[in-house]
């Protein structure tokens, strides 16, 4: 029971892996991707270990850490990306009001 879940498994991770699985390669899919795939090693690497395959079941779980570290990685860029924007948004509003006020200035 446990060696055919160890079958598909691997077999799913092999679908996820391939590019194109996920066609778009934008930071939130590519995420997505890796948290997939994270969630499955992990789950593998529990499977491998109850069936006494160690050293396989650590290679699962070194590539679950890669994954979780790229993901930490992914979430910082997206936070400062839209931290970036926001403070993009604000500069820009307090600019138009700014030449809006000059305008009414010179009109007076």
């Known amino acids: 029971m446990l060696e055919e879940c160890i079958i598909y498994l691997k077999e799913t991770i092999q679908v996820l892996e391939k590019q194109a699985f996920f066609k778009d390669v934008s930071i939130s899919l590519?995420?997505?991707q890796s948290h997939m795939l994270c969630q499955l090693k992990l789950q593998l690497c529990a499977i491998l270990s109850q069936t006494q395959k160690h050293s396989e079941a650590m290679e699962n779980a070194k590539y679950s850490v890669r994954l979780a570290h790229q993901i930490?990685?992914?979430l910082y860029d997206l936070c400062v990306f839209y931290s970036?924007?926001?403070k993009f948004k604000d500069d820009f509003a307090s600019l138009s009001l700014l030449l809006m006020d000059e305008v009414d200035d010179n009109q007076n």
């Open 30 to 32: 590519r995420m997505r």
């Open 72 to 74: 930490l990685r992914d």
């Open 84 to 86: 970036n924007k926001i």
